[in-house]
């Protein structure tokens, strides 16, 4: 059987040096353990503002990987790339790390692919690297299930117009709960409402088993783990991105 060919995702930021770069690590670390056909890149909009970048890739975004267990040792010690014109043609996603800095640089610099970029909202500033996580986990279960980027504001005229308030969507909720009935005693910790496919569901049940040094299967859309798992499972879910509320006794 053919392998299915590898696509690519490149996160852009200004300077690659801190946003960028750690969920270019995050994303191939991730990627590879839910079995992900997909590489991310990074480079940056405009290298030349990042006069007090020092040395390859900021220390704090090392630190805040390694302290996941998450090591690159050549992502992380190349240094920050201009991205161009040859680097957004080969990606099959694009993600700019924050509106309202890039999409300005991508009108002036690239404006051709203003149109084509996702964006989202964080900010350069130091503590954003738990929100790029949640981002990144996002991004990663909407591959898995072949769903569409969210829809952004790129043009010139949104820009200038004052935004219409929609209304807020509902973020979708993991359920940890806990089953006896029929099991002997035996009972099981559950995950369900998890916005994964039934190759997705798989992966993450096999992190939380790993995790929680058991037993467990998928059925019916669900997850299930041996013994009552529910508070290394929530805690494990919730260092993963996700939002997690608990059911049951």
């Not at 490149?10 to 801190?18: P, R, S, V």
């Not at 997705?200 to 998928?218: D, F, N, P």
């Not at 299930?224 to 006794?249: F, M, N, P």
Request: glycine share 10%; aromatic share 4%; with cysteine.
């Amino acid at each position: 059987m053919a392998q299915r060919s590898e696509k690519t995702v490149l996160f852009l930021c200004t300077g690659n040096y801190y946003r960028s770069r750690f969920a270019e690590v995050l994303f191939n670390s991730v990627a590879g353990k839910m079995g992900l056909p997909w590489r991310g890149s990074s480079r940056g909009l405009a290298l030349e503002r990042g006069v007090n970048n020092v040395g390859p890739m900021a220390a704090s975004a090392i630190k805040a990987l390694e302290a996941m267990g998450v090591r690159a040792v050549d992502a992380i010690t190349r240094m920050p790339a201009q991205v161009t014109t040859d680097d957004l043609e080969r990606a099959d996603r694009i993600v700019a790390l924050k509106q309202d800095e890039h999409l300005p640089l991508l009108q002036d610099r690239f404006p051709a692919w203003a149109e084509k970029v996702e964006f989202w909202h964080v900010d350069d500033a130091p503590k954003v690297l738990g929100l790029i996580e949640q981002e990144v986990m996002g991004l990663v279960a909407r591959l898995l299930g072949g769903g569409q980027p969210p829809e952004n504001q790129p043009s010139e005229t949104a820009l200038a117009s004052p935004p219409v308030k929609q209304p807020a969507k509902k973020p979708v909720t993991l359920k940890v709960g806990r089953e006896t009935a029929g099991r002997r005693g035996k009972g099981v910790t559950t995950v369900f409402d998890v916005p994964l496919d039934d190759n997705g569901l798989k992966e993450l049940a096999a992190t939380l088993k790993q995790r929680c040094g058991t037993g467990g299967t998928v059925k019916d859309g669900r997850i299930e783990i041996q013994g009552d798992q529910r508070e290394r499972i929530v805690a494990e879910l919730e260092r993963l991105g996700y939002k997690v509320k608990r059911v049951g006794g």
